[in-house]
């Protein structure tokens, strides 16, 4: 068989093959799902001819991924040749394998004299030869067959192939030389009918490479019939004649065969290039698929890791605050020395600006966070309404305003009473905080299926192009000074955020000079089976006796600085204080007392364990001590702001106090707690839970306190 060169490119005046230049395909192209029939067009389509800088054509880039006829032709010479390579070392063995079987057809049956076995040597050197140059061939295929048609190949290589090429043709016409004439007429047989099927093999083999085929083949044909033709007897006349004939005929078949493999090889690629263009297509959707899950993945992460930051800040932040809050009680409360009154009531405004300030910042954060999750209920805005005037009157009248509240009556609403009643207080808190002179307006009605409030002012008014900048953080018109008795400028930032949480209408009218309007609309309920009234407020209930003095309080708090503040502010109550870290040490005091408390005050985040689990640990203890556990109040004072961990405390029963609490605020609530203990039936006693009011109690002592 004929030694096949494997990378030989199949256009004219070209004996090298030139290492080709390859540009990166973009990103998302890369991590496109191509198979190996298409990798050879993927990357020959992003390759640049003559080594042209640039970048290779990506999505966007006006490119059209189609094949140009040069790249295509190079790509259908490239796959021939792939082929040529795969089979190269079957077809070198056969070709050995004819070889041998020329050879001995040549030396069966040849004497003993000197001739014979000068022509035995002489064929047996022809074979080793033959040998060396197909194993030479082995070699560059081989090596042909790891380089690939896409990575290109060394001009040395190439020219093994060429010059190995070529010497094999003319070892194989050297037969007719070396076993012409033969001892018998078989052999002679056996020799041309060998000979013509190493040369239809060579051409079969080398088809795909149309000048290769053609010196190769050319070459068998012509050294084999001159070594016939030496002899000048009419039969091997006969059969050279007929051996030049069959090379003809193979050149021919070999070129239309080269046409018929390039045209398919060519519909192929066509094929291949438009699977790699829908591919790149699918594969940019793809990424674009990608790039939203991970956008979305990515924007998951910051949401929680804003809302786990903001619980950890605000935590961290009321810890020292609440201490402040009741050290500066404490130092109200046993001040002998009146020059320092002044001072102390103005670190405690300065304190309660603080408070207010860390509580604006913190609540605004969440909102813009999505830490706030709405509660809607159904409820009258009578009751709304009667609280915010209550509250604000005072402070309206202590400007010489007048707080002029009109409600309509039996107006219900579905939404989240806590939130609305947010909103109308920043509202009122804002008109109140810029009226110097006249009036504040509410008015609350029906209009259609909404209910309207409407809160407006005699205010300096706002002008239309700062009507949409009041709206943002810590922006305030008139207050270059940053005065705070006007605000921290975050009321309205969070009125804004309220009402895009609920859903609710908001707008601002104003006029220069005459003041401004406010105006909410909601959906006003129909639906009076689904209202239930409020629940008796401060306004109404009558006073508590004082059940803190003498109690049996435990105290767990992990910051020792606000639990010595808190002990200091209990024991001003008259309670007696078993203090600890963790349930552990407030179980060791509480033993050496050898009593059941009344109540458990701790904060929510302890270390190593919640708030919930170290008042479950205590109550437990004094179950199997005292059996009375279900006597012993709870109430949680912490700056947890978590909404999940706030979930789970409410879930619990107990009550949440938020840090700073001001003594006042703690007196009362622990009082009510006490008091619903000790007046309810055995077994059906309950903390006050988040979503209860307070019933008003005379808090005189813990102001005497």
Not at 556 to 566: P, Y
Not at 628 to 633: G, T
Not at 651 to 656: D, P, T, V
Request: glycine content about 8%.
């Amino acid at each position: 068989m004929g030694c096949a060169e494997p990378r030989i490119q199949a256009w004219p005046c070209t004996g090298v093959v030139p290492a080709r230049r390859h540009r990166t395909r973009g990103q998302a192209a890369a991590s496109c799902p191509t198979s190996s029939d298409h990798m050879t067009v993927s990357n020959r389509l992003h390759s640049w001819p003559d080594g042209a800088p640039g970048e290779a054509p990506g999505p966007g880039s006006g490119v059209s991924l189609q094949l140009d006829p040069g790249t295509e032709r190079q790509l259908v010479n490239e796959r021939l040749f792939q082929g040529v390579v795969d089979a190269t070392p079957r077809t070198l063995l056969l070709g050995l394998l004819a070889a041998l079987t020329l050879a001995i057809a040549a030396t069966w049956g040849s004497g003993d004299d000197d001739a014979d076995a000068r022509h035995r040597r002489l064929v047996w050197t022809w074979v080793g030869v033959v040998t060396l140059v197909l194993a030479h061939g082995l070699h560059t295929s081989l090596a042909g067959r790891k380089t690939g048609p896409s990575g290109g190949m060394s001009s040395w290589l190439a020219r093994q192939y060429t010059w190995g090429s070529h010497l094999c043709a003319v070892l194989w016409g050297a037969a007719g030389w070396v076993l012409i004439p033969a001892p018998a007429p078989w052999a002679v047989v056996v020799i041309l009918v060998g000979m013509s099927m190493v040369l239809l093999g060579a051409s079969a083999a080398l088809a795909g490479y149309r000048p290769l085929v053609t010196i190769h083949v050319s070459l068998i044909a012509l050294v084999f019939s001159a070594g016939l033709l030496r002899t000048w007897q009419p039969e091997y006349v006969v059969c050279a004649l007929g051996f030049l004939l069959l090379g003809a005929t193979a050149i021919f078949s070999a070129h239309r065969q080269e046409a018929a493999l390039s045209s398919a090889i060519a519909g192929q690629l066509r094929i291949a290039s438009l699977v790699e263009r829908l591919q790149l297509e699918q594969c940019q959707s793809e990424t674009a698929r990608q790039e939203a899950v991970l956008a979305r993945e990515e924007a998951e992460r910051a949401h929680a890791a804003k809302t786990v930051f903001m619980a950890a800040a605000s935590h961290d932040l009321r810890q020292p605050m609440h201490a402040v809050t009741q050290y500066l009680a404490a130092i109200a409360r046993h001040n002998q020395d009146a020059k320092l009154d002044a001072s102390i009531t103005g670190a405690g405004q300065a304190v309660d600006a603080m408070g207010k300030l860390l509580e604006a910042v913190l609540e605004i954060s969440k909102l813009m966070s999505g830490a706030v999750t709405p509660k809607p209920d159904v409820f009258s805005l009578d009751d709304l309404g009667a609280r915010r005037h209550s509250y604000f009157e005072p402070l309206a009248v202590a400007k010489g305003l007048v707080l002029d509240v009109g409600i309509e009556p039996n107006l219900l609403v579905r939404t989240d009473r806590m939130l609305l009643d947010r909103v109308i207080g920043n509202l009122l808190h804002n008109a109140i905080s810029y009226t110097a002179r006249g009036r504040v307006v509410v008015r609350v009605g029906r209009r259609g299926g909404l209910v309207r409030i409407r809160i407006a002012d005699t205010g300096g008014g706002i002008a239309r192009a700062e009507r949409e900048r009041v709206f943002e953080p810590f922006y305030q018109l008139g207050n270059p000074g940053r005065n705070r008795q006007l605000g921290f400028g975050l009321g309205l930032a969070i009125v804004r955020e309220h009402v895009k949480l609920l859903g609710l209408g908001l707008r601002l009218t104003s006029r220069v000079g005459r003041g401004s309007i406010f105006t909410i609309t909601l959906p006003l309920c129909a639906d009076r089976r689904r209202y239930a009234r409020s629940p008796v407020t401060t306004d109404d209930a009558a006073s508590l006796r004082n059940h803190v003095a003498d109690a049996l309080i435990v105290l767990i708090d992990d910051d020792d600085m606000s639990l010595r503040a808190t002990e200091t502010t209990l024991q001003a109550f008259g309670c007696r204080v078993v203090v600890g870290h963790d349930a552990d040490e407030a179980l060791e005091a509480l033993d050496a007392v050898a009593a059941c408390p009344a109540a458990i005050v701790s904060d929510y985040r302890l270390e190593g364990a919640t708030g919930l689990e170290a008042v479950a640990c205590v109550k437990a203890h004094c179950s199997l001590r005292f059996g009375s556990a279900a006597r012993v109040a709870v109430l949680i004072v912490s700056g947890e702001t978590s909404p999940d961990e706030l979930a789970k405390v409410h879930a619990s029963g107990a009550q949440m106090l938020h840090k700073p609490v001001r003594p006042v605020v703690l007196f009362k609530h622990l009082n009510v707690a006490l008091h619903r203990h000790a007046s309810a039936p055995h077994g059906q006693e309950g903390a006050l839970t988040m979503g209860e009011s307070i019933p008003p109690i005379d808090v005189q002592h813990a102001r005497n306190v």
